[in-house]
């Protein structure tokens, strides 16, 4: 698996609309066509404003789409007509609103947090795979978690390992960092195993687009050391 900068993204991610719009006009400054989006913190009516924004910007492809339970298959269809995602990220209790979205189940990749309990209707089987978020992954390992363990007796089954989230982690207090500053963030990634590393890799981080340009170049170094 080699990275390069068609398969680790730079992302549009942040707590609320205002970061999430200064990052698209950033994008649009800079001419970038491929990025990953988050709308994990976007409301119904700010996220018709992003949407909005993207339609006007320089973007053509969003590979990486983290939803947001909830969204309508409207709203996916969406994005497949305008921007031609692969990988949609959910999380465990998006579950419960698979059945809004009957024509991407496949498409589905789940993250787990650091943290929480399975729900035993959550099977990886039923929909696309396992997004890793790797920051998350060390989390749960360090804490040994159910959810850990789940994922890690899927490790012989490479292709539910489709994608992944990136960003820092911090050992001293075992959680992840979204707004990265120092390269030792990602010293955590010498430890993980192989098998959770997908095709694609989305940036997840809330520092500008700017920053994160910097830091994709020093990453995927990284990464292909590691891979
Ligand atoms: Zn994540």
Redesign the pocket.
């Known amino acids: 698996m080699k990275y390069t900068t068609k398969n680790v993204l730079l992302s549009i991610a942040g707590v609320n609309e205002k970061l999430l719009l200064s990052k698209i006009k950033e994008i649009n400054k800079l001419k970038i066509t491929r990025v990953a989006l988050f709308l994990t913190m976007i409301k119904k009516d700010a996220k018709r404003r992003v949407f909005k924004a993207l339609l006007k910007s320089t973007i053509k492809e969003i590979p990486l789409v983290?939803l947001r339970n909830d969204m309508s298959q409207e709203e996916i269809i969406f994005l497949e007509n305008n921007f031609h995602p692969t990988y949609y990220?959910i999380h465990e209790n998006s579950f419960d609103h698979l059945h809004k979205w009957p024509k991407f189940k496949k498409r589905l990749y789940l993250?787990f947090g650091g943290h929480g309990k399975r729900k035993p209707q959550a099977r990886v089987e039923a929909i696309g795979g396992f997004?890793v978020?790797l920051a998350?992954y060390k989390i749960a390992e360090t804490s040994q978690t159910v959810q850990f363990r789940y994922q890690f007796s899927k490790r012989k089954q490479k292709k539910l390992f489709a994608c992944n989230?990136l960003?820092g982690y911090s050992p001293k207090t075992n959680t992840c960092i979204h707004e990265v500053g120092k390269i030792e963030e990602f010293d955590f990634l010498k430890t993980l195993p192989k098998f959770i590393f997908g095709k694609t890799i989305a940036l997840?981080m809330e520092n500008p687009i700017r920053e994160q340009l910097i830091w994709r170049k020093k990453l995927i170094k990284m990464l292909n050391q590691r891979v």
């Open positions: 983290h990220t993250e997004c978020d998350h989230h960003n997840e």
